[in-house]
């Protein structure tokens, strides 16, 4: 079992930057593969940003050279760096956690690009 709980959200002007924090409770965070996800209203939830248990990184054509996704495992946290962002970046951002079939969502994190 994980539980995982998003923070750094926030309101933030175009060309602003942010940097969200997933923690995760639980044991062997280290063999998750992490994701940050997205959804803003009316679109469905898509993903931003994974890192896989051996720090393989994957990212949204949208938010390539933009966004970076990193992890710590000592902290069991992931992150994700957010640069130049763009009012179509608002969404509630989600975190998630994958491994051997068991899937894991933290509750989310409301980010707004908005002058």
């Known amino acids: 079992q994980v539980q995982l709980v998003e923070s750094g959200g926030g309101l933030v002007q175009p060309g602003g930057s942010l940097r969200l924090s997933c923690a995760a409770s639980?044991?062997?965070?280290?063999?998750?593969?992490m994701g940050w996800y997205r959804q803003a209203p009316g679109k469905q939830r898509e993903l931003v940003a994974s890192i896989s248990n051996i720090d393989t990184t994957n990212y949204a054509t949208s938010v390539k050279g933009r966004f970076t996704i990193s992890r710590d495992n000592g902290k069991r946290t992931v992150y994700l760096q957010m640069n130049s962002l763009k009012p179509e970046d608002t969404a509630v951002y989600y975190c998630n956690a994958a491994y051997g079939g068991y899937d894991y969502w933290g509750q989310g994190t409301q980010v707004t690009v908005s002058s």
């Open positions: 639980g044991s062997s965070f280290r063999i998750y593969n």
